[in-house]
């Protein structure tokens, strides 16, 4: 009986931050062997998660405003906008905003 309290109390203690640092899988669209195209879709306080990947990407705001974060540069992004990460860099793409947001993300494995 005690470590079923234990267990809900640990439970109940640490959800609260698992929905702080919500983080939402994207959705693949499109992947072949030059690029993968990725779309996701983040509530208010959701975002990717610090993440790094081989390739380059080409991230395109299409609604609601996301930060991106990464040791090249700290970016607030509205719709149509867009940024550029070599391969290799550590980045992190939020919703600070109070409202949904969409982006497209489109990594370039190969240029052929």
Known sequence: MRALVLVAT????????????QTVPPQTVL???????????LPPGAGTGPHQGIEAEVGIIADGEL???????????????AYWLPGL????????????????????????
Do not use: W, Y
């Open 67 to 81: 930060t991106l974060d990464s040791p090249l540069s700290h970016q607030v992004l509205q719709p149509g906008k």
């Open 10 to 21: 640990l439970a109940v203690g640490v959800f609260p931050l698992a929905l702080a640092a």
């Open 89 to 112: 860099i550590p980045h992190d793409v939020r919703n600070d905003g109070d409202r949904p947001a969409k982006m497209f993300a489109v990594l370039l494995k190969r240029c052929d």
């Open 31 to 41: 992947d072949n062997p030059s690029v993968r195209v990725e779309v996701s879709s």
